[in-house]
């Protein structure tokens, strides 16, 4: 598929080369060849104009001619064109005013912001590597090219890539470059809430998001956005267990949430503010919220240490929030002893339980939502001969609650006769 992919792009960079113009493959895709690993996509830099790009290819679409990239698409897959470019005055710390094309792929090899994304390979399949990139990689170092102080304030953003890229290969950050890093990270005030949020979903959601924490707390990228961030908090803790195992980045950003002891209602405005979309924030919530109420119930019982009870609320609040929430949440509590923040005794122990016994208690469980009960709602009021109303849903939810308990077998002769009983209950109590 990749090998597809590739000879594609040589195909283009082959025909440009044929027609009297320079090609070149160019930036990620021949960073991460080098590397050996998987390239997403493969970009072509080019002394052709737009317009002769657009001419020598059948299939075409101008999708970003203000920079001067034609998208080409060959074998139905799409290619990027860019004509070589030299980038004008960088207007609010971020991307430049105004492009000029140019004759010489140095020159455009020279704008991009790190030497491993400075290389280049021609029609032969030779490297051009002007900035030495391949010697920074081979010595793991993640450096700007010219001036790091220079390239950080034309876009404040590279800052953040410099950190994305540096936790995703493992990379340590040139100490020039580390350095004016420390010093200009206060622009990234200019960046657009999206763009700091696309780099940490990257950086969490990538190879090493321990080595991202360390990153992002020891510049503290994240006190410096637009908008004041619970995340910013992250520099205060010192000790993080490997979270790599938690696949999802969503769900890795519930543990960090829950390890700063955010609150539901604080973790759904962080995440606004940085404009994850609303999927994301109901998954992150729901692992953060039931965590909240698991813990906060534990303080005014007094049989917290009992198994029946524990098991008890882990079941209402896997019906609450959802089994995957609470297997997700399972383990995050198995990443470390205590993931709680706080000295309270009880909910340590408890933790413990639901650690060993949490998720044999979701398979067991008969039930787990409204629409596994063999008895819905209309069935109750014709049995019960009563207009549905908020009630309705209450009396579901216990039934489900003793189904799902394994109290109450899930047959429609127990449920309605149980739904009688807790009916009259409800009325008694009304009256
Ligand atoms: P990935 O796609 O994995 O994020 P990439 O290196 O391909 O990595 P892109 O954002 O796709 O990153 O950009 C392609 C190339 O454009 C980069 O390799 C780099 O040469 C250049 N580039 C991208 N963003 C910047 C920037 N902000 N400043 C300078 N050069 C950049
Ligand atoms: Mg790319």
Redesign the pocket.
């Known amino acids: 598929m990749s090998d597809a992919l590739k000879q594609g792009a040589m195909q283009i960079v082959r025909r440009l080369c044929e027609a009297g113009f320079e090609a070149y493959l ?4 021949v ?1 991460d060849e080098q590397l050996g690993r998987p390239v ?1 996509d493969y ?1 072509i830099a080019t002394s052709a104009h737009p317009d002769q790009v657009q001419r020598l290819f059948e299939r075409t679409v101008p999708t970003g001619l203000q920079h001067g990239t034609v998208t080409v698409v060959a074998d139905k897959k799409p290619y990027e064109v860019t004509t070589f470019r030299r980038e004008g005055g960088y207007e609010a710390f971020r991307r430049p005013t105004e492009v000029e094309y140019i004759d010489s792929l140095t020159e455009d090899l020279q ?3 790190f030497t491993m ?2 290389m280049a390979i021609d029609q032969n399949g030779r490297l051009i590597d002007p900035f030495d990139g391949m010697k920074d990689l081979e010595r793991g170092v993640l450096r700007c090219v010219g001036q790091a102080e220079e390239r950080f304030g034309e ?1 404040a ?2 800052m953040m ?1 410099c950190l994305r890229f540096a936790s995703e290969y493992g990379l340590m950050v040139e100490q020039a470059t580390w350095d004016a890093l420390n010093s200009g990270i206060s622009l990234l005030r200019h960046i657009a809430m999206e763009r700091i949020r696309a780099e940490l979903e990257r950086m969490l959601g990538g190879s090493d998001p321990n080595r991202a924490m360390s990153l992002l707390s020891g510049s503290g990228a994240l006190r410096h956005a637009k908008q004041e961030l619970l995340l910013s908090g992250l520099g205060k803790e010192t000790e993080w267990p490997p979270f790599s195992r938690l696949t999802e980045m969503e769900h890795r950003l519930a543990f960090i949430y829950i390890r700063l002891g955010a609150d539901p209602a604080d973790v759904e405005e962080d995440m606004i503010k940085l404009t994850f979309s609303r999927q994301q924030r109901e998954t992150v919530k729901r692992i953060v919220a039931a965590h909240t109420v698991l813990v906060s119930g534990l303080d005014e019982s007094a049989e917290w240490d009992e198994e029946p009870y524990l098991r008890r609320i882990w079941i209402a609040v896997a019906l609450n929030y959802g089994v995957s929430a609470l297997r997700t949440l399972r383990e995050i509590y198995l990443l470390e002893d205590v993931p709680i923040r706080t000295d309270n005794v009880k909910s340590g122990r408890a933790v413990d339980v639901w650690k060993r016994l949490g998720s044999v208690w979701l398979e067991q469980m008969p039930v787990s939502a409204l629409g596994e009960l063999v008895v819905g709602g209309k069935e109750l009021m014709s049995h019960l001969r009563a207009k549905g109303g908020p009630w309705t849903g209450r009396l579901l939810h216990r039934l489900l609650e003793g189904a799902a308990l394994g109290e109450l077998p899930n047959d429609k002769e127990t449920l309605l006769a149980a739904a009688r009983e807790h009916y009259d209950k409800m009325q008694e109590n009304d009256e």
Not at 26 to 29: A, N, P, R, S
Request: one cysteine or more; proline letters at 0%; charged letters at 55%.
């Open positions: 160019v930036g990620g895709c960073r997403k970009d704008r991009r912001d994304n400075a876009d953003l590279r890539r």
